[in-house]
């Protein structure tokens, strides 16, 4: 087998698509995007995966959608959010302090 090469059959569209739109419910843009949260492979964040791992990571993000005791994620993220989100905790610390907030470290 070759270097990050897929070990069984392609996916087919229909489950990818629905794992694109689970992605999305869970606040993600897409593939690339989730990449790091849900710990795919550049071959995934491609949109590539194999049957079962397509089933697994349906299943997964299913789970998340009826589980109670999850955090309901957002179902969509606004550019702003996505932005602070992404910003350094030191930055994101010092405009709170700037605007009145206490910031204490865990």
């Known amino acids: 087998m070759a270097f990050n090469s897929p070990s069984g059959p392609p996916a087919s569209k229909r489950q990818t698509d629905r794992l694109l739109e689970l992605l999305i419910a869970a606040g993600h843009d897409g593939f690339r995007d989730a990449r790091g949260p849900m710990g795919f492979t550049q071959r995934q964040a491609n949109g590539k995966f ?12 299913e789970g998340a959608e ?26 994101l ?14």
Do not use: C, K, N, Y
């Open 50 to 61: 194999t049957v079962a791992e397509a089933e697994a990571f349906i299943a997964e993000l």
């Open 93 to 106: 610390a010092a405009e709170l302090q700037r605007r009145g907030w206490v910031v204490m470290e865990p």
């Open 66 to 91: 009826h589980d109670e005791t999850a955090p309901t994620p957002p179902s969509r993220m606004s550019a702003a959010e996505r932005a602070v989100r992404d910003l350094p905790d030191d930055v």
